[in-house]
């Protein structure tokens, strides 16, 4: 099989290796990519050399978690899936693959094509940023930044029944925004932004920010736009990538002065307080559950991943694709390898 290798800042390689899908144990499902969906963000850091990931080994190491395949083949034991199957994975750009039947993998439904299936992941994101944002349905949210991440928080905040408002600094993201379901978008540095944030909410503000965006700039923006006692989601990495602080991010005018709540977040469902456990005492919103819901608001057409694409590659051209990633092409959102 084919696969993606990172050996160092600037240095990803195609690469052949060895996948032996003639003997699968049991318990195995061998599977083939139709497409994998590039996460924009995560891979730019790493392709650039940006600090050392705690879970990732130095170099060589493989890239990307979003990938959609087909199943051709199971082992003997293998009861909840068959071959012909497909499936979303948490599986790096490479070909084909071997995996557990109790790994992390889902079935997309028949109404999802695989292309769209591929950034399952990415919106699943943006809900569990809400979720451990505690976001109540009614509430009004504020989304910092319009990445791939930050229009995926719109999409699943506008399901979720919010009134949303998207901040970005990039002219060509703002039809984009609305689409996904923006009610208002304004630009980060707008004139009296703290005024139109309440005129929007009829004087309450601004009750979750999630913060989609890495630079310090868009951190500041995300305080002052949070009402007081409200609260921010981080789902950036704030600082990652920028010159020094020029701004104290704990703050006393924020932190304390406005009672605000600052809320980490990680993509496994694991890290989400949910106080209703089922009846067998295991946790109601695993990460598979989440992810079956998020493909079952596409099969139902209430999400539309196609809308994000904005460039397609066949897998042969990652070093293009890499290359506009390291450049901060802001040309591109959502963008997918072809694999077959």
């Known amino acids: 099989m084919k696969a993606f290798i990172l050996h160092g800042p600037r240095d990803m390689r195609l690469e052949e290796r060895d996948l032996d899908a003639g003997h699968l144990q049991p318990d195995e499902i061998y599977a083939e990519t139709d497409y994998s969906a590039i996460s924009p963000g995560t891979e730019r850091g790493n392709y650039e050399g940006a600090e ?37 994975t948490g599986t790096p750009h490479q070909s084909a693959f071997i995996v557990k039947q109790t790994g992390l993998l889902v079935r997309i439904p028949d109404q999802v094509p695989s292309q769209d299936a591929a950034f399952t992941f990415l919106h699943h994101l943006g809900y569990i940023s809400l979720r451990m944002g505690d976001y109540v349905m009614g509430e009004s949210v504020t989304v910092v930044g319009t990445g791939i991440l930050g229009l995926t928080t719109l999409a699943l905040a ?65 305080m002052e736009s949070v009402r007081p006692g409200g609260r921010v989601a981080l789902l950036s990495l704030p600082g990652r990538g920028e010159d ?97």
Do not use: C
């Open 52 to 88: 050392q990931i705690p879970w990732e080994p130095r170099y060589p190491r493989s890239s990307g978690y979003n990938n959609a395949a087909t199943i051709m083949a199971v082992g003997s034991g293998v009861t909840r899936f068959k071959a012909g199957d497909r499936i979303w």
């Open 158 to 222: 506008r399901v979720g029944g919010a009134r949303v408002v998207a901040l970005t600094d990039s002219e060509s993201r703002v039809n984009i925004a609305r689409k996904m379901g923006a009610h208002e978008v304004w630009f980060s540095d707008a004139p009296n932004l703290e005024k139109k944030l309440l005129d929007f909410t009829d004087g309450i503000g601004i009750d979750l920010v999630v913060l989609a965006a890495n630079p310090w700039p868009a951190y500041r923006v995300a």
């Open 244 to 340: 020094d602080l020029d701004v104290n991010p704990l703050a006393m005018k924020w932190i304390h002065a406005k009672n605000l709540t600052l809320k980490a977040v990680r993509g496994s469902a694991g890290f989400t307080p949910y106080k209703y456990p089922l009846f067998d005492g295991t946790q109601r919103f695993t990460l598979i559950n989440s992810l079956k819901y998020i493909l079952s608001l596409m099969a139902d057409g209430s999400l539309h991943p196609a809308e994000l694409v904005t460039h397609h590659f066949r897998y042969d051209q990652f070093q293009e694709a890499y290359e506009l990633l390291y450049r901060r092409d802001t040309s591109m959102i959502g963008a997918t390898f072809r694999w077959k």
